[in-house]
């Protein structure tokens, strides 16, 4: 699902982030290849036969396959592809099973947008269809029509007013200006944050519904050509996407908590209309064809230079000018979804699971999003097969996940989180990708613990560009730095691994139940993002043409799942965790300063986090060095994440749980880290923050103690 990525944002906060940092920390990467191997070379062979398997030609051949036809969840192609995908993982000898859920979804019966000027005069009638000179897949007649996932339904006329990208600060801006929302429809630019925040926003402040278009700026011609002539959205390509306030709970909307299966009964789930991660507003996105027309039309105030996008014209914030007429026919019903697991059992620690997944739905054909991550998968998976028919057998249990309905709001996994939460707490890796390729870039996010066993991984893996994927990204990233800031950070052999917020299926792992996570991908240029111009044609003429980047995610992925499913000692990293921890603390109580907000004692968090810090570099000797109880110790090492997660939950939003990471109320997509504290004092809520402090203190105690208890 995700893949708007605010890169300027995040870069800032990285910035933000290091100047709390008190020292770097030393490259550990050359030195600790093989991390958690008594004997690495025995594994160093089979990680050669493996990495050797994977095929470009194979991975391009499942990408057209799976593209071939547009596969949203819960439709007779979505289970075509399924199938597809079954047979791959039997194939390759893995006990595989498709398993069903029933849960609430949306399809669209009737979306249409109308808009007038102040004569009465029409100038827009849409959605008008997606259409480019020459695609070859854009007459499917299966090609959904542009809507949003968990849109509600209605029919309203009002006044417009513009929001820019409908983040906080921009909703704040409109408030200052005294331009009122209620009875209002809100015209957001999408961007810089989470779909759903725009619409949560405008929601709360009254507005009756939300047109959410793409500006040419941040995904058009202002980046570059537009498709079919190169990588970036044409004139009448839409964005769809899920409008889910997943930042509440992601899954289904009815069962939080509990798993969707088949014979759940009715009775269990939530009456409709109290689910508390649906809209109850309109939602509907738009070209920026048929946005245009509206934005011209629009009066008022001139918008502030920085909400200005790249149409030819002066934007305003409204009312006036315009008026719009939304219809809005959803048409919700429980509807069967399908993953597919396959697993491979471990002959030493058959429940230490080791997990490895990527979505299957599309919202139309979806070659970057998602199927590029699941021909990759495949090739990992064939991979494993031929590693199996040699006579291997990993040491824990290997699961390869193929979800369904992450388009609408991660449900296929968080539906399987739930019902596996018992096990998972001896899961001892969750292993994502999604929008796996859609150009040259490796990137990734994790988990603190894991980030050097993510870069460790990707040393022992060739780039199609030439070295190693490690130094094609330590590369990519500091041109990076050279084009987006002038003062690039410090020129460290070491690249940065980000954070893990939302926006896929790594969420109910990581953040409700404590499993290790990580999520990769390889970037490019990407402006057809949810289109239907997300296609194969599309991909080869602009993302990977020869199909050398889904080998190299195919060798990166699985190479995770192998190291980590063999390894003697978990690789986790508490030493990195502890730096980060401390940092995000300092600027906590920096931020707390800044924002006046009274007397909060910081000093018991920062006094836990040291004893936590203590213990991790002694876990760390004894990782390097194991004597004694090798079993206890990766037990001691895995029980310190589930540490982390508070029974409670975060305030108002208890599904999550985890106590240092949680998607952002207000961005969705990027990382909060501690969320109960930063978002109390964010909220100017002392009492809630100095709560939240304690919650924090005792997570970092009892990590501690479980370090400690290995002594
Ligand atoms: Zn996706």
């Avoid at 996010?445 to 993510?454: N, Q």
């Avoid at 970037?523 to 997300?534: I, L, M, Q, R, T």
Wanted: aromatic fraction near 10%; include cysteine.
């Amino acid at each position: 699902m995700t893949v708007y990525k605010p890169l300027p944002l995040l870069l800032f906060s990285l910035l933000a982030t290091l100047a709390f940092v008190p020292a770097p920390l030393p490259a550990q990467s050359a030195s600790s290849a093989g991390f958690g191997y008594l004997d690495f070379t025995a594994q160093a062979k089979i990680e050669q036969k493996f990495l050797a398997v994977p095929s470009a030609e194979l991975a391009g051949q499942h990408l057209r396959i799976l593209t071939a036809e547009p596969h949203m969840a819960a439709t007779p192609e979505d289970r075509k592809t399924a199938e597809y995908v079954a047979q791959k993982f039997r194939d390759a000898g893995l006990e595989t099973e498709i398993v069903p859920y029933r849960v609430l979804l949306n399809q669209p019966k009737v979306v249409r947008v109308e808009a007038f000027d102040a004569a009465g005069k029409r100038i827009m009638t849409g959605s008008n269809r997606e259409r480019v000179e020459g695609d070859p897949y854009q007459d499917d007649p299966r090609v959904v029509m542009p809507f949003n996932g968990s849109s509600g339904s209605g029919d309203v006329t009002a006044e417009v007013v513009y929001a820019n990208y409908g983040r906080l600060e921009d909703y704040d801006q409109l408030a200052a200006q005294h331009i009122d929302l209620h009875g209002k429809i809100v015209l957001c630019r999408y961007g810089a944050n989470f779909r759903g925040v725009k619409v949560y926003i405008a929601e709360q402040r009254g507005a009756v519904g939300v047109l959410l278009y793409s500006d040419p700026q941040d995904d058009g011609y202002y980046k570059g050509d537009a498709y079919p002539n190169g990588p970036w959205r044409p004139e009448t390509g839409v964005q769809r996407g899920s409008v889910q306030y997943l930042f509440k709970y992601p899954g289904d909307p009815e069962t939080p908590g509990t798993a969707s299966t088949l014979d759940l009964p009715d009775s269990s789930r939530m009456p409709a209309g109290e689910s508390s991660n649906q809209p109850h507003i309109i939602s509907i996105p738009l070209s920026y064809h048929d946005a245009a027309p509206i934005l011209r039309a629009l009066k008022g105030p001139g918008a502030p230079q920085g909400w200005q996008g790249a149409l030819p014209f002066r934007y305003h914030l409204g009312p006036g000018g315009v008026r719009v007429h939304l219809v809005s026919q959803q048409d919700y019903q429980r509807r069967i979804i399908w993953d597919v697991i396959g697993k491979i059992k471990g002959t030493e620690h058959p429940d230490e699971w080791v997990v490895a997944g990527n979505h299957r739905d599309a919202w139309v054909f979806g070659a970057v999003d998602p199927s590029s991550g699941t021909a990759a998968m495949l090739e990992s998976v064939h991979g494993m097969g031929v590693l199996l028919q040699q006579g291997w057998r990993p040491k824990r249990t290997i699961v390869f996940c193929s979800w369904d309905a992450e388009e609408e709001g991660l449900i296929g996994s968080t539906e399987w989180v739930e019902q596996h939460a018992k096990a998972l707490e001896r899961a001892v890796a969750y292993f994502n990708t999604d929008v796996a390729v859609s150009g040259p870039d490796f990137s990734a996010s994790s988990v603190p613990s894991l980030k050097e066993f993510i870069r460790q991984i990707t040393q022992a893996v060739p780039s199609p560009l030439g070295g190693t994927v490690y130094r094609q990204w330590l590369n990519s990233q500091s041109d990076e730095n050279q084009h987006r800031v002038s003062k690039a950070p410090p020129a460290a052999e070491v690249v940065h691994v980000g954070d893990l917020g939302s926006g896929s299926d790594f969420t109910p792992f990581f953040q409700h139940v404590g499993v290790p996570s990580s999520d990769i991908g390889s970037e490019g240029p990407y402006g057809v993002y949810h289109s239907a111009f997300d296609n194969f044609a599309w991909y080869t003429q602009n993302a990977d043409p020869n199909f050398l980047f889904l080998q190299e995610m195919a060798r990166v992925f699985g190479l995770e799942t192998l190291r980590m499913a063999d390894c003697d000692v978990l690789p986790y990293d508490y030493v990195t965790y502890a730096h980060e921890i401390a940092a995000y603390i300092a600027a906590a109580r920096r931020k707390a300063e800044d924002a006046n907000l009274g007397p909060l004692d910081f000093g018991p968090a920062q006094v836990s986090a040291a004893r936590f810090a203590a213990a991790a570099e002694k876990i760390h000797t004894l990782q390097t060095k194991p004597t004694g109880d090798m079993d206890r110790l990766n037990l001691v090492l895995r029980q310190t994440e589930t540490a982390f997660i508070s029974p409670a939950g975060l305030p108002n939003r208890p599904w999550y749980r985890h106590t240092l990471f949680a998607p952002g109320e207000f961005t969705g997509y990027a990382a909060v880290v501690i969320p109960g504290v930063n978002e109390a004092i964010d909220a100017k809520d002392l009492k809630l923050a100095a709560q939240q402090l304690g919650v924090l203190t005792q997570a970092l105690d009892r990590a501690a103690s479980t370090l400690d208890s290995m002594r």
